[in-house]
């Protein structure tokens, strides 16, 4: 486990977000990035989760809708991880993942492309 303040882990989301391709980045929609230090009681080794309506599934009824929400959960990160640097991966690995389900991918095909 390693320690680590949570404005830096703060700053390797900023960061990990920062890495998505300006083409992709420009079609989130409606969405914010959010950093909690622990994951929902039934799930603790849970380090991000998407709660939203994806972009697939938004009709012509989708107006006025609250943000979506992606959160990183960091004490289950810092946990698995033993160095700053797999700290780095893991969060830009789980931001992707989380990002992704938001244009509607699904674990399957996440794990197909190796980031599930």
Same mark, same amino acid.
């Not at 079609?27 to 799930?43: I, K, R, S, T, W």
């Given at each position: 486990? *390693? /320690? ?6 703060? %700053?390797?989301? =900023? !960061? $990990?977000? !920062? ?5 992709? $980045? ?10 909690? !230090?622990?994951?929902? #009681?039934?799930?603790? /080794?849970?380090? +991000?989760?998407? /709660?939203?309506?994806?972009? =697939? %599934?938004? +009709? &012509? +009824?989708? =107006?006025? #809708?609250?943000?979506?929400? *992606?959160? *990183?959960?960091? #004490?289950? =990160? ?7 640097? &797999?700290?780095? !991966? %893991? ?6 993942? %989380? *990002? ?17």
């Amino acid at each position: 486990m *390693i /320690d680590m303040s949570r404005a830096r882990f703060e %700053e390797l989301v =900023t !960061d $990990a977000m !920062d890495t998505v391709p300006a083409e992709l $980045a420009a079609l989130v929609d409606n969405c914010v990035v959010l950093v909690e !230090d622990d994951p929902p #009681a039934g799930d603790p /080794d849970l380090l +991000g989760v998407y /709660d939203g309506t994806p972009l =697939t %599934e938004r +009709g &012509q +009824g989708y =107006t006025m #809708a609250l943000p979506d929400r *992606i959160t *990183i959960f960091r #004490a289950p =990160t810092l946990a698995m991880c033993e160095s700053e640097e &797999q700290v780095v !991966d %893991e969060v830009r690995i789980t931001v992707v993942h %989380e *990002i992704a389900h938001h244009f509607g991918i699904d674990d399957d095909r996440l794990h197909d492309l190796g980031y599930a």
